[in-house]
């Protein structure tokens, strides 16, 4: 049986969100938020996910605002997550879909983009 795994991700800049806001692969509610604190001006939100078959190592997680409010949003790249006994997993964040796809042209095209 799969215990939640506990995990962090780390934002650049600081979204509007807060605690115990869903967070999802597509329509599926894999996991919530905790509340989130700024560690060396890197804001830290920590993160319980329920199902972790879903999120692989390279997922970056997007923050998205709709009429329900603001939810966390896994954006899956990469292989399957490896499970260790080192805990919290680290993600990277991003604040807005522009600051996504930023993140993914310099992981796409690495020393052409400075």
Known sequence: M?????????????????PQAPITIGSQL????????????????????????????????????????????ARPRGSPLHLSSTEPYQFRGASNEFEYVWMRAKDTFGDLIR
């Open 2 to 18: 799969f215990k939640d795994l506990q995990a962090e991700v780390w934002f650049q800049n600081a979204p509007d969100i807060g």
């Open 30 to 73: 894999i996991g919530h938020t905790g509340s989130p604190s700024v560690v060396n001006g890197r804001l830290r939100l920590p993160i319980v996910l329920t199902s972790s078959d879903a999120v692989p190592d390279a997922t970056i997680f997007v923050v998205t605002h709709d009429p329900r409010g603001s939810r966390l949003v």
